[in-house]
């Protein structure tokens, strides 16, 4: 049996990880304010712009996992052709089942962490959508990680204000 020596020096962690740590971190919180929303209290708006919990998070799946990761940073032609428009993210038909939708999500986000594992913080992003956006304002790998994770917050937010209107349910986050 080999014995590893123990050190106090501090071993640097990998930036990349670091920031995937704190995105999967949101994504719980997104998941986590939702959990035990029975179908029809997850498809009701409570805002007066009409968006839904269910709705938020597939606009998170499509918009924002799929779009950042597999299609501005990996550069997936497929996932570019298949990218939806306008508002067509946040629209749930009412025939796709609740789970289908959270399932969809940690799928999407599985794929997301594969592009990230394997690309470097500093690479530059493989296509950027001058129609939407014009010049790019995020360069590399690491600017559109610490985009997601901004936007994923913010909208972990809304869920949790969504939510507390629904049924009164608080998410506590200690840090």
Same mark, same amino acid.
């Given at each position: 049996?080999?014995?590893?020596?123990?050190? @106090?020096?501090?071993v640097?962690?990998?930036?990349?990880?670091?920031?995937?740590?704190?995105? +999967?971190?949101?994504?719980?919180? *997104?998941? &986590?304010?939702? +959990?035990?929303? =029975?179908?029809?209290? *997850?498809? /009701?708006?409570?805002?007066?712009? &009409?968006w839904?919990?269910?709705?938020?998070?597939?606009?998170? !799946?499509?918009?924002?996992?799929?779009?950042?990761?597999?299609?501005?940073?990996? &550069?997936?032609?497929?996932?570019?052709?298949?990218?939806? #428009?306008?508002?067509e993210?946040? @629209?749930v038909?009412? =025939? %796709?089942?609740?789970? =289908? %939708?959270? +399932?969809?999500? /940690?799928?999407?986000?599985?794929?997301? +962490?594969?592009?990230?594992? #394997?690309?470097?913080? =500093?690479?530059?992003?493989?296509?950027?959508? /001058?129609?939407?956006?014009?010049?790019? $304002?995020?360069?590399?790998?690491?600017?559109?990680?610490?985009? *997601?994770?901004?936007?994923?917050?913010? $909208?972990?937010? $809304?869920?949790?204000?969504?939510?507390?209107?629904?049924?009164?349910?608080?998410?506590? *986050?200690l !840090?």
């Amino acid at each position: 049996m080999t014995v590893t020596q123990v050190t @106090n020096e501090a071993v640097p962690e990998n930036e990349m990880r670091v920031l995937l740590r704190a995105l +999967d971190g949101q994504r719980r919180h *997104v998941l &986590g304010i939702l +959990d035990g929303l =029975d179908t029809e209290a *997850v498809r /009701r708006p409570v805002l007066p712009s &009409g968006w839904h919990c269910l709705g938020l998070v597939q606009h998170l !799946t499509l918009d924002v996992e799929r779009f950042w990761f597999r299609a501005v940073v990996a &550069g997936d032609e497929e996932t570019i052709r298949g990218l939806t #428009t306008a508002d067509e993210a946040w @629209n749930v038909p009412p =025939d %796709v089942p609740t789970s =289908d %939708v959270f +399932d969809r999500y /940690r799928q999407e986000a599985e794929l997301s +962490d594969a592009v990230m594992t #394997t690309t470097s913080a =500093d690479a530059p992003l493989a296509w950027w959508p /001058r129609d939407l956006f014009g010049e790019p $304002h995020l360069h590399t790998t690491r600017d559109v990680l610490l985009h *997601v994770i901004t936007e994923t917050a913010c $909208h972990a937010g $809304h869920l949790d204000a969504a939510r507390e209107l629904i049924d009164g349910r608080r998410w506590l *986050v200690l !840090t």
